[in-house]
T-cell receptor, first 112, second 111 residues
Framework: GQSLEQPSEVTAVEGAIVQINCTYQTSGFYGLSWYQQHDGGAPTFLSYNALDGLEETGRFSSFLSRSDSYGYLLLQELQMKDSASYFCAVRSLSGGYNKLIFGAGTRLAVHP | NAGVTQTPKFRVLKTGQSMTLLCAQDMNHEYMYWYRQDPGMGLRLIHYSVGEGTTAKGEVPDGYNVSRLKKQNFLLGLESAAPSQTSVYFC??????????FGSGTRLTVV
C-alpha cells in the first residue's frame, strides 16, 4: 500500500521560517511533489524532487531523502499570503502507469 | 489560456440521481486525473487516464465511471449518487506526470 504522513497544522509568524515534514511509504517511488492550496481554491504545483537533496525556488525549498523516505518543504520569509494548506504527494508507478498519491495536507497559519 | 476547466462548479443531487462532471483541458496533455477532496483527507484519486481511449482505477473508484473519448476531455460519471459522494471534485492534467494543473473544482452535495 501507499501512505503519507504530514502534520495537520503548523503556525508561524510573518517573516519567520517554517518546515513542513512528510514521510511516506510506497512502492515504485519516482519522486515527491508539493502543492499549495488556498481555501476555496485549486491545488497549485510548488516543487518536485526526484533525487536526494535540496531544490530551491525563491522563498520555497524542498528536500528529499529517498533512503529515509522523508522530505520537507521549507518556507522562508513567511508572508500572510502563505497561509494555506500544503500537500506532499508521491509519484509512484503501479499498474504500469504513474500517478500522484497525496497526503492529508498541512494547514499553515501565518500570524502578524 | 483556459488551462483546465471543470463544469459545473456547483451541483446538488438527490440520492439515486446520476450526473456527469466534465473536465476539459487545452494544453494537449496526455494524462488526466479525477480526485475528490474531503475535509481532513486530502485528495484521493478516483480514476485517471494516460491517453485518449484509456482509463484506469485509482484509490476510490467505486460508484464512479469515466470516459476519455477525446484527448482534451475527461468525463466523470456518478451512476447513482449517494450522500457519501458529497465532496469537492478536482480534475487535473499533466504533460508528463510530474507537475499537475488542476481545475477550479466542482462542489457536489448529495441529499
Amino acid at each position: 500500500g501507499q501512505s503519507l504522513e504530514q502534520p495537520s497544522e503548523v503556525t508561524a509568524v510573518e517573516g519567520a521560517i517554517v518546515q513542513i515534514n512528510c514521510t511516506y511509504q510506497t512502492s515504485g517511488f519516482y519522486g515527491l511533489s508539493w502543492y499549495q492550496q488556498h481555501d476555496g481554491g485549486a491545488p497549485t504545483f510548488l516543487s518536485y524532487n526526484a533525487l536526494d537533496g535540496l531544490e530551491e525556488t525563491g522563498r520555497f525549498s524542498s528536500f528529499l531523502s529517498r533512503s529515509d523516505s522523508y522530505g520537507y518543504l521549507l518556507l522562508q520569509e513567511l508572508q500572510m499570503k502563505d497561509s494555506a494548506s500544503y500537500f506532499c504527494a508521491v509519484r509512484s508507478l503501479s499498474g504500469g502507469y504513474n500517478k500522484l498519491i497525496f497526503g492529508a495536507g498541512t494547514r499553515l497559519a501565518v500570524h502578524p | 489560456n483556459a488551462g483546465v476547466t471543470q463544469t459545473p462548479k456547483f451541483r446538488v443531487l438527490k440520492t439515486g440521481q446520476s450526473m456527469t462532471l466534465l473536465c476539459a483541458q487545452d494544453m494537449n496533455h496526455e494524462y488526466m486525473y479525477w480526485y475528490r477532496q474531503d475535509p481532513g483527507m486530502g485528495l484521493r484519486l478516483i480514476h485517471y487516464s494516460v491517453g485518449e481511449g484509456t482509463t484506469a482505477k485509482g484509490e476510490v473508484p467505486d460508484g464512479y465511471n469515466v470516459s476519455r473519448l477525446k484527448k482534451q476531455n475527461f468525463l466523470l460519471g456518478l451512476e447513482s449518487a449517494a450522500p457519501s459522494q458529497t465532496s469537492v471534485y478536482f480534475c487535473a492534467s499533466s504533460e508528463d506526470g510530474y507537475g499537475y494543473t488542476f481545475g477550479s473544482g466542482t462542489r457536489l452535495t448529495v441529499v
